[in-house]
């Protein structure tokens, strides 16, 4: 009898745990199917430009949209309102693309991929949402957003030199970078924040959207304003320090020339100057050189060819500039300005074989004026 209890309290136990593991599954099936995730997904398909034309980049298409799909629900009594709603849809979009026909097979595209996912009215109310509160504030919000970091560079960085002088470059150097990324980002939080509050605001007013739609909402849009942020920090990140040597050229008043015609160097450089005698010198400035500097192509008779005296590199973070590094490129007639408090700096000027390819950043202005009268 004991065996047939204990063999029955098993099966109720394993009855339960299968109950259990059915309403999870339907719980997670549910929370996939949930219309609001469509947010996302609508807010990828709006600012898709490979596969689809981009109408979240456009305010005016999507603020037309919004209100006619809004207008014709509102207006229409019929049981027609849906195929009227996408009607206008494929209207205002075919007519606004009709004179770009190279666009032709993207519009439809997007078109039957949309009707393909708005299949009854819920679905046309996540999509106008997405239009209105999704794409047009990220629009705005990511517009806002600098476009370069010299917005919060420029001053602080020619205070620096008015009062250091030339000793002051390795902090400005560094502080470019720094303060500008810290000002983009501090600008990015704010109108992150500011979007996300009004957002936020307008959902709790609706009282059909429960808490986790709304947080699917939020979250859709925080998810789509990093990945847009993202790509605008990167273009940021390439010309920052480009920037910086053009600033400090400009503030010494030394003239920039015309880079050398089909010289291709091993390492980018930013900005040329030329000497009295014609001769060129590079001046790049980088965080580090990763580049691959093993496959250095560039010869003596190259530079000889080109006019190619030195190319001068303003390095900020020296950690990975080795002793093979040092020697390899400084013997192609290239000198590596490192920080003057640089460990790396202190050890190759004690070096008899890399003392010669190394200087202090504070020594480069007057190395280029020197350089401009010989």
């Known amino acids: 009898m004991k065996w047939r209890k204990r063999a029955l309290l098993n099966l109720e136990i394993k009855a339960e745990y299968v109950l259990v593991r059915s309403m999870k599954k339907n719980e997670i099936l549910n929370d996939i199917q949930n219309r609001w995730h469509n947010v996302y997904w609508f807010s990828r398909m709006l600012i898709n430009n490979d596969k689809y034309i981009a109408i979240g980049k456009e305010p005016k298409l999507l603020s037309t949209l919004a209100s006619s799909l809004r207008l014709v629900s509102k207006e229409s009594e019929s ?84 009062i250091q002088g030339e000793q002051g470059l390795a902090t400005v150097i560094n502080l470019w970078d720094d303060l500008g990324v810290r000002g983009c980002l501090a600008a ?66 030394i003239k920039r020339a015309e880079a050398p015609s089909h010289f291709q160097a091993d390492i980018e450089v930013d900005n040329w100057v030329k000497t009295k005698d014609g001769w060129l010198i590079g001046i790049s400035c980088k965080r580090t050189i990763r580049e691959r500097w093993k496959n250095v192509s560039s010869s003596i008779e190259v530079y000889n060819r080109f006019k190619v005296k030195y190319i001068f590199h303003v390095v900020t973070y020296d950690e990975d500039l080795s002793d093979d590094k040092l020697t390899l490129l400084g013997e192609q007639r290239q000198i590596f300005y490192l920080p003057d408090n640089s460990r790396r700096l202190k050890h190759a000027c004690q070096h008899v074989g890399l003392k010669n390819y190394v200087r202090p950043i504070s020594q480069l202005i007057n190395d280029i004026r020197k350089e401009l009268k010989k």
Request: proline fraction near 1%; aromatic fraction near 6%; glycine fraction near 2%.
């Open 79 to 162: 049981t027609d309102t849906l195929i009227l709603q996408k009607q206008t849809l494929r209207n205002i979009i075919e007519k606004r693309y009709q004179k770009t026909t190279s666009k032709e097979n993207r519009v439809q595209k997007l078109l039957a991929d949309l009707n393909e996912e708005i299949r009854n009215n819920d679905d046309m109310d996540v999509f106008i949402l997405t239009c209105e509160n999704i794409m047009l504030p990220l629009h705005q919000a990511i517009a806002n957003i600098p476009n370069d970091d010299k917005n919060f560079t420029l001053n602080i960085a020619k205070s620096y030199l008015d």
């Open 188 to 253: 990015e939080r704010n109108e992150i924040i500011r979007a996300f509050t009004i957002l936020r605001v307008m959902l709790a007013k609706d009282k059909s959207i429960s808490e986790d739609e709304r947080d699917i909402v939020l979250t859709a849009f925080a998810q789509e304003f990093e990945r847009r942020a993202a790509q605008k920090r990167k273009k940021r990140a390439g010309g920052s320090l480009e920037d910086v040597t053009d600033f400090i050229l400009a503030y010494y008043k």
